[in-house]
């Protein structure tokens, strides 16, 4: 995928989902522009890591409820790079309790923009240049929980996730004929600073340990493991890559076979 540019937002995080399919995308030839939170624990390194690929690479603080954040992104790329390849919007939060009572107004409204509305606006920036260029591939992470309701997520996260999945389909519909795919992949349980929350609600909503959690977590999927967030970047490279070039609007499980639920 050489002289392709990708924008991959939540990626500061060195042991996250998004510093992997970054990490995946330069190896495979793409310059990419990581966006986070400033104040975002990594957000110091991941430059020269992606370069270190090979590829070139820039860091810009992005709030992804932030509008103005987002277009001055978009301006830096194309200004820099010329055009808009890749978009993927994996930068989430994960808020909220198990217990649907416990769930707070504050956790609803985080989880909406950052989830959701920061993907739509995401998209809403990019795609007017996907268009002008005749192509363009936008990859959103949702989750398994975007698929099916599982036990101990919180229904904040599962609301806005399946919310993901029907803004994916919606724009992989409208934009089709344009040349423009939109997928979305789903992970399973990926061991990253966010599935520790996953796992304490497991731990609190059972009254077991976190090691006994993560067992039962591994108990329900058929690989039988907890997986590295590399396997997210794979497939996330796949679906940007050529290879993909007649898949839109699907939502690709990246799970070892677990099952979505209900
Ligand atoms: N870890 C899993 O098991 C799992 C499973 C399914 C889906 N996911 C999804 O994968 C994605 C990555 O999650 P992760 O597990 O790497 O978690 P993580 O917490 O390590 O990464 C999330 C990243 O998003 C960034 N972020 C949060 N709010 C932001 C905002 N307002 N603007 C910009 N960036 C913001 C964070 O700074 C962080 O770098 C998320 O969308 C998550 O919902 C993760």
């Known amino acids: 995928m050489t002289n392709k540019t990708a924008i991959v937002t939540g990626v500061s995080h060195p042991k996250g989902i998004g510093r992997a399919i970054a990490?995946?995308?330069?190896?495979s030839g793409v310059n990419v522009v990581a966006t986070d939170l400033k104040s975002s624990e990594g957000f110091d390194t991941?430059?020269?890591e992606i370069e270190s690929y090979g590829v070139k690479a820039l860091a810009i603080a992005c709030d992804v409820t932030n509008k103005n954040?987002?277009?001055v992104v978009v301006e830096q790329v194309k200004s820099t790079f010329g055009?808009?390849?890749i978009l993927v919007n994996n930068a989430g939060v994960g808020l909220g309790s198990g217990d649907f009572l416990e769930i707070t107004d504050k956790d609803w409204s985080i989880s909406l923009a950052v989830n959701v509305k920061g993907v739509a606006d995401f998209c809403q920036a990019v795609i007017p240049t996907m268009l002008?260029?005749?192509s363009g591939s936008i990859i959103n992470t949702a989750s398994l929980a975007g698929l099916g309701a599982m036990t101990d997520?919180?229904?904040s996260y599962t609301a806005s996730k399946f919310a993901v999945v029907g803004l994916t389909k919606q724009l992989a519909v409208q934009y089709a004929k344009s040349g423009i795919r939109v997928n979305a992949i789903c992970p399973g349980s990926i061991h990253t600073q966010m599935h520790d929350l996953v796992l304490d609600n497991i731990s609190k909503g059972n009254n077991i340990s976190l090691a006994e959690a993560q067992k039962l977590e591994d108990s329900n999927v058929p690989l039988g493991f907890t997986a590295k967030p590399d396997v997210v970047g794979d497939a996330v490279a796949y679906l940007a890559s050529d290879g993909a070039r007649?898949?839109?609007g699907i939502t690709m499980p990246v799970a070892g076979g677990m099952f979505p639920g209900l």
């Open 246 to 248: 007649y898949i839109t």
């Open 153 to 155: 997520i919180p229904a």
């Open 23 to 27: 990490i995946a995308l330069a190896k």
């Open 83 to 85: 055009r808009i390849d």
């Open 69 to 71: 954040d987002i277009n």
């Open 46 to 48: 991941v430059v020269s």
């Open 132 to 134: 002008a260029q005749g």
